[in-house]
């Protein structure tokens, strides 16, 4: 059985054909958003009919978030951290954060929230792990906000007084939603110390949800890429406002050979690319030595406004700054588009 009919296994052929339901009428004075309308006449009339319907839907829905001031749609917050105080020179480094939220009232107190995972030997983690905020109202948007970075030290990370604490720092949510492209940069600090201990970068963004929700499985396989003994990975982004990514998916490693074939992953369309179409993610490769040491080896990035006009054969370019490891291309060696979802496998090639 080759890939496409893994990945059509996956979804089986009558994904989508679902029964559908009738929803209720919105009650007096509730505010719903746009529905996306029924697109089978327009697929009917071909790719080009289907995408100019989806922009079309994409703008109605843009122009309701602008009215509802963002405040009837879900948001996710993303981390990263830049410049982190190094936990000592024999410590391994593996940073991670935690998120507390604290309401308006004058009894109110920090609540953890959640905690990204750990990331080894970096100082400028991104983490995939994000978390969704509600923000429909001003009281929710006067919430505060605190993100605490530690490196790891020991196993049990709940338990944060076993872990060394880096530094943290404060704000408001809406800060983050009125600062340009609703990302804002924090300095942490440390009770105790007074050296620089590094940023946090807090990203908001917006996510378009589709009912029933749309999700799209990408495999990717390499006949050309070698990087001697060391074992490889990739890390798939979404884009951001202001030029920035959010990682949104981190594979496992593989053993290097002739061909390297990772796991299918399967994303619903608004963790990749926030539920619309034309939000570019990106797919950056890197390998791991012994030591843990990480080094990037190039990406390719797309669209799925892009993807799902292919077919198999189509060539995606792919860059990289390392000679020697630079493949021709990469090609969409399957292809396969259902209402309810989609697949798509990459190959690399000489």
């Given at each position: 059985?080759?890939?496409?009919?893994?990945l059509?296994?996956?979804?089986?052929?009558?994904a989508?054909?679902?029964r559908k339901?009738?929803?209720?009428?919105?009650?007096?004075?509730?505010?719903?958003?746009?529905?996306?309308?029924?697109?089978?006449?327009d697929?009917?009339q071909?790719?080009?009919?289907?995408q100019?319907?989806?922009?079309?839907?994409?703008?109605t829905?843009?122009?309701?978030?602008?009215?509802?001031?963002?405040a009837?749609?879900?948001?996710?917050?993303?981390?990263?951290g830049?410049?982190?105080?190094?936990?000592?020179?024999?410590?391994?480094?593996?940073?991670?954060?935690?998120?507390?939220?604290?309401?308006?009232?004058?009894n109110?107190?920090w609540?953890?929230?959640?905690?990204?995972?750990a990331?080894q030997?970096?100082?400028?983690?991104k983490?995939?792990a994000s978390?969704?905020?509600?923000c429909?109202?001003?009281?929710?948007?006067?919430?505060?906000l605190?993100?605490?970075?530690?490196?790891?030290?020991?196993?049990?990370?709940?338990?944060?007084?076993?872990?060394?604490?880096?530094?943290?720092?404060?704000c408001?949510?809406?800060?983050?939603?009125?600062a340009?492209?609703?990302?804002?940069?924090?300095?942490l600090k440390?009770?105790?110390?007074?050296?620089?201990?590094?940023?946090?970068?807090?990203?908001?963004?917006?996510?378009?949800?589709?009912?029933?929700?749309?999700?799209?499985?990408l495999?990717?396989?390499?006949?050309?890429?070698s990087?001697?003994?060391?074992?490889?990975?990739?890390?798939?982004s979404?884009?951001?406002?202001?030029?920035?990514?959010?990682?949104?998916?981190?594979s496992?490693?593989?053993?290097?050979?002739?061909?390297?074939?990772w796991?299918?992953?399967?994303?619903?369309?608004?963790?990749?690319?926030?539920?619309?179409?034309d939000?570019?993610?990106?797919?950056?490769?890197?390998?791991?030595?012994m030591?843990?040491?990480h080094?990037?080896?190039?990406?390719?990035s797309?669209?799925?406004?892009?993807?799902?006009?292919?077919?198999?054969?189509?060539?995606?370019?792919?860059?990289?700054?390392?000679?020697?490891?630079?493949p021709?291309?990469?090609?969409?060696?399957?292809?396969?588009?259902?209402?309810?979802?989609a697949?798509?496998?990459?190959?690399?090639?000489?």
């Amino acid at each position: 059985m080759d890939g496409d009919d893994d990945l059509k296994k996956k979804f089986g052929d009558d994904a989508g054909n679902k029964r559908k339901v009738k929803k209720a009428p919105p009650k007096d004075g509730e505010i719903t958003a746009p529905m996306r309308p029924d697109l089978g006449s327009d697929r009917k009339q071909g790719a080009g009919a289907l995408q100019n319907a989806e922009k079309k839907f994409l703008k109605t829905w843009q122009s309701w978030v602008v009215e509802q001031k963002i405040a009837d749609v879900p948001l996710e917050l993303n981390l990263e951290g830049n410049n982190l105080a190094n936990a000592g020179l024999f410590k391994k480094k593996a940073p991670f954060a935690v998120v507390y939220l604290k309401g308006v009232a004058p009894n109110a107190e920090w609540e953890r929230f959640g905690d990204t995972e750990a990331i080894q030997n970096v100082l400028n983690p991104k983490f995939v792990a994000s978390f969704r905020m509600a923000c429909s109202s001003d009281e929710e948007r006067e919430q505060s906000l605190r993100v605490e970075f530690y490196n790891r030290a020991h196993k049990d990370k709940d338990d944060l007084s076993k872990q060394d604490f880096i530094g943290s720092a404060t704000c408001k949510l809406g800060e983050i939603l009125s600062a340009p492209g609703q990302t804002l940069q924090l300095e942490l600090k440390h009770p105790s110390k007074s050296n620089f201990r590094g940023n946090a970068t807090v990203f908001i963004d917006t996510l378009l949800t589709r009912d029933p929700p749309f999700e799209i499985a990408l495999c990717v396989k390499s006949e050309a890429l070698s990087t001697e003994k060391k074992k490889s990975y990739f890390v798939i982004s979404r884009a951001l406002r202001k030029g920035n990514w959010t990682p949104v998916y981190m594979s496992e490693t593989a053993k290097q050979g002739a061909s390297i074939s990772w796991e299918p992953i399967t994303l619903a369309q608004e963790r990749l690319t926030a539920g619309a179409d034309d939000r570019a993610f990106r797919i950056e490769f890197y390998t791991k030595s012994m030591l843990g040491q990480h080094e990037y080896i190039g990406s390719f990035s797309t669209k799925y406004e892009s993807l799902k006009g292919m077919k198999a054969g189509n060539k995606l370019p792919f860059s990289s700054t390392k000679e020697g490891l630079i493949p021709g291309g990469i090609i969409v060696t399957a292809a396969n588009v259902q209402p309810a979802s989609a697949s798509f496998e990459f190959t690399f090639v000489e």
